[in-house]
T-cell receptor, first 116, second 111 residues
């Protein structure tokens, strides 16, 4: 089954304690992206990657890091989480090769993060 | 960068009526405009998209229109049903995959 998985789904942590949210896709997609969703602000892009070892900042990258060592994985790292990073996080992937429906972004189930 | 504005933020319609959500974008290079639906507690999913060389696209009860000159596009849902209740996001892209999303519209269909 084609899917994007994220772990953990829920996380409560304290300020300053480093954490990693994993994201994996099994569709051989080149493009992967992280978003945060906050009420009234929609989906804002944090980082994206167009291939292995190729990453770039989105609209709200401050306080986050990513890596793309393998095509299927795109972990999101919070080195020193702060309360303003409390949010719902989505990973997504898509193909960059045109075919019918190719540009659809497939989202993971989301990770609800609370930083106290 | 691209800025996408979406209106209204909330929309309540009677079952069977139509719903219209409008979005404007700032980057004239944008050429791909998808719409995503997010049901409560679920992940966003693509419901329809349109490219800049097309003015209108329909898929059963949903349709999207695009006005490139005015830089706005709209989602139309006809004969609304309870299962249409969700948050709808518009997005724009100049390269097909890097999307800039609107803030979302919460649609409630009243029985």
């Amino acid at each position: 089954e084609a899917q994007v998985t994220q772990n953990p789904r829920y996380l409560i942590t304290v300020t300053g304690k480093k954490l990693t949210v994993t994201c994996s896709q099994n569709m051989n997609h080149e493009y992967m992206s992280w978003y945060r969703q906050d009420p009234g602000l929609g989906l804002r892009q944090i980082y994206y990657s167009m291939n292995v070892e190729v990453t770039d900042k989105g609209d709200v990258p401050e306080g986050y890091k990513v890596s793309r060592k393998e095509k299927r994985n795109f972990p999101l790292i919070l080195e020193s989480p702060s309360p303003n990073q409390t949010s719902l996080y989505f990973c997504a992937s898509s193909s960059m090769t045109w075919r019918r429906g190719a540009y659809e972004q497939y989202f993971g189930p989301g990770t609800r993060l609370t930083v106290t | 960068g691209e800025n996408v504005e979406q209106h209204p933020s909330t929309l309540s319609v009677q079952e069977g009526d139509s719903a219209v959500i409008k979005c404007t974008y700032s980057d004239s290079a944008s050429n791909y405009f998808p719409w995503y639906k997010q049901e409560l507690g679920k992940r966003p999913q693509l419901i329809i998209d349109i490219r800049s060389n097309v003015g209108e696209k329909k898929d059963q009860r949903i349709a999207v229109t695009l006005n490139k000159t005015a830089k706005h596009f709209s989602l139309h849902i006809t004969e609304t049903q309870p299962e249409d209740s969700a948050v709808y996001f518009c997005a724009a892209s100049s390269n097909d995959y890097k999307l800039s999303f609107g803030a979302g519209t919460t649609v409630t269909v009243r029985a």
